[in-house]
């Protein structure tokens, strides 16, 4: 892969500095925010544009969508569903990033299922996860089959330019290969390890006494994950099992997972929302889901 430039180096060192600013903005000023935002939409759209204003050259850890709203007359409709789903997800989680109470994920399950147009739970086939709110990680991306490296990896240069530089993990994922060989590789396999996710399968409730019938299950399960800090979603499958308790992250996302959630703040971690998904005739594809 080509080096980067001075340019571009400024440019990664001033989107980390930013984006950090962003998350503190947003731990101190929440609250305020959220205030805001429960009057009306329009109050809403106009206090919090002027607040942007005000906090340039980086926007707040709001919507992404809050940056165009003063240039795109037609973005105020997007600007409402994005901030009042981040607002209400944000009414609902604890301010500490921590397992959920029974009711905290009473009112995250009743938001998601209200707000997108696929269903999630906290349990399938009676197995749940240790947690469902947590920090992720990047992680590297995954051997597809035997002899899968970084040059065959990619369909198009403009995706091994974005995502090349993450490499390939040294050992397989939990479940090894996604296809046997090149030849028989699928669309679903490549899929499966692009929106990827690493979950700690291996500390999941009765994991330890039903170790054969937790793997199977877990190979390739459909989740919905989402960033609470901006409604960013996507369906995707675990991939692996991971990360270790130590590292202080309780998941870890593909590199085209972590770009899209908007979790690559140069500390790659941040926290997430991760549940299962309702999909038993496997029809619900892989990759970013929109608001309704």
């Given at each position: 892969?080509?080096?980067?430039?001075?340019?571009?180096?400024?440019?990664?060192?001033?989107?980390?500095?930013?984006?950090?600013?962003?998350?503190?903005?947003?731990?101190?000023?929440?609250?305020?925010?959220?205030?805001?935002?429960?009057?009306?939409?329009?109050?809403?759209?106009?206090?919090?544009?002027?607040?942007?204003?005000?906090?340039?050259?980086?926007?707040?850890?709001?919507?992404?969508?809050?940056?165009?709203?003063?240039?795109?007359?037609?973005?105020?409709?997007?600007?409402?569903?994005?901030?009042?789903?981040?607002?209400?997800?944000?009414?609902?989680?604890?301010?500490?990033?921590?397992?959920?109470?029974?009711?905290?994920?009473?009112?995250?399950?009743?938001?998601?299922?209200?707000?997108?147009?696929?269903?999630?739970?906290?349990?399938?086939?009676?197995?749940?996860?240790?947690?469902?709110?947590?920090?992720?990680?990047?992680?590297?991306?995954?051997?597809?089959?035997?002899?899968?490296?970084?040059?065959?990896?990619?369909?198009?240069?403009?995706?091994?330019?974005?995502?090349?530089?993450?490499?390939?993990?040294?050992?397989?994922?939990?479940?090894?290969?996604?296809?046997?060989?090149?030849?028989?590789?699928?669309?679903?396999?490549?899929?499966?390890?692009?929106?990827?996710?690493?979950?700690?399968?291996?500390?999941?409730?009765?994991?330890?006494?039903?170790?054969?019938?937790?793997?199977?299950?877990?190979?390739?399960?459909?989740?919905?994950?989402?960033?609470?800090?901006?409604?960013?979603?996507?369906?995707?499958?675990?991939?692996?099992?991971?990360?270790?308790r130590s590292t202080g992250k309780q998941f870890g996302g593909s590199p085209e997972v972590m770009k899209y959630l908007e979790r690559v703040d140069g500390r790659q971690k941040g926290p997430v929302i991760v549940y299962f998904l309702e999909d038993p005739d496997n029809t619900v594809p892989l990759g970013p889901v929109s608001l309704k």
């Amino acid at each position: 892969m080509p080096k980067k430039s001075h340019y571009e180096k400024l440019r990664d060192k001033w989107i980390g500095q930013h984006q950090a600013l962003q998350e503190k903005l947003w731990a101190r000023h929440g609250e305020a925010f959220h205030s805001l935002v429960n009057t009306t939409r329009s109050f809403a759209a106009g206090s919090l544009g002027s607040l942007l204003l005000l906090t340039s050259p980086a926007l707040p850890a709001l919507p992404s969508q809050v940056s165009s709203v003063i240039a795109n007359e037609n973005a105020p409709h997007e600007f409402d569903k994005s901030t009042f789903f981040v607002t209400d997800l944000m009414n609902a989680l604890p301010k500490e990033v921590q397992p959920l109470t029974g009711p905290e994920e009473k009112a995250t399950l009743s938001i998601l299922n209200r707000d997108f147009d696929v269903r999630v739970t906290p349990e399938l086939q009676g197995i749940r996860l240790e947690r469902n709110y947590g920090y992720i990680g990047m992680e590297q991306h995954l051997a597809r089959y035997p002899g899968d490296t970084l040059e065959t990896h990619f369909d198009n240069a403009v995706d091994a330019q974005l995502y090349g530089k993450q490499g390939m993990a040294p050992g397989l994922g939990a479940w090894g290969y996604f296809a046997r060989s090149f030849d028989s590789l699928t669309e679903e396999d490549k899929a499966r390890e692009k929106y990827y996710i690493a979950v700690q399968t291996f500390i999941a409730p009765g994991f330890d006494e039903n170790v054969r019938e937790y793997i199977t299950f877990f190979k390739y399960r459909k989740m919905l994950i989402v960033n609470p800090q901006n409604g960013r979603a996507m369906v995707v499958v675990i991939g692996d099992a991971g990360p270790g308790r130590s590292t202080g992250k309780q998941f870890g996302g593909s590199p085209e997972v972590m770009k899209y959630l908007e979790r690559v703040d140069g500390r790659q971690k941040g926290p997430v929302i991760v549940y299962f998904l309702e999909d038993p005739d496997n029809t619900v594809p892989l990759g970013p889901v929109s608001l309704k």
